[in-house]
C-alpha cells in the first residue's frame, strides 16, 4: 500500500504559476509511471499528464500541453506537476496516482486522495 499526498495548491492569478507536489509513503515510486488528474467543480475527473518511471518520458492531455511539466525525483519518492500560464479553466482538485498499464488500458492503482485545490482568478 502506498499513501500519496498532493500538495502546492492554491488561489492564484490567470497567467500564474504553481508547482504541486505528489509525495509518497509506504512504498517507492521509482518503478511506477505516475499520473496527474484533475476534476473541476461540477465536472468528471480528467487525465492531465503522466511520466514514466525513469522521468525522461512524458505525456499530456492537449489542454496543458506546452504549459504544464511533470517531473519526478525518485530519491525523494515525489512527483511534480510545474504548472505555468494558468487560466481559469485550469481551477480543479489536482490528484496524483500510480498507473498501471494491462494489455493497452490504464487505469489508476490508488484510491483517489484528498488532492490538492488549485483556484485561478481572472
Known amino acids: 500500500q502506498v499513501d500519496l499526498v498532493e500538495s502546492g495548491g492554491g488561489l492564484v492569478q490567470a497567467g500564474g504559476s504553481l508547482r504541486l507536489s505528489c509525495a509518497a509513503s509506504g512504498r517507492t515510486l521509482s518503478t511506477y509511471r505516475m499520473g496527474w488528474y484533475r476534476q473541476a467543480p461540477g465536472k468528471e475527473r480528467e487525465f492531465v499528464g503522466t511520466?514514466?518511471?525513469?522521468?525522461?518520458?512524458?505525456s499530456y492531455a492537449d489542454s496543458v500541453k506546452g504549459r504544464f511539466t511533470i517531473s519526478r525525483d525518485n530519491t525523494k519518492n515525489t512527483v511534480y506537476l510545474q504548472m505555468t500560464s494558468l487560466k481559469v479553466e485550469d481551477t480543479a482538485v489536482y490528484y496524483c496516482t500510480r498507473l498501471l498499464t494491462v494489455q493497452g488500458s490504464t487505469s489508476a492503482l490508488d484510491a483517489w486522495g484528498q488532492g490538492t485545490l488549485v483556484t485561478v482568478s481572472s
Open positions: 511520466i514514466n518511471w525513469s522521468g525522461d518520458t512524458t
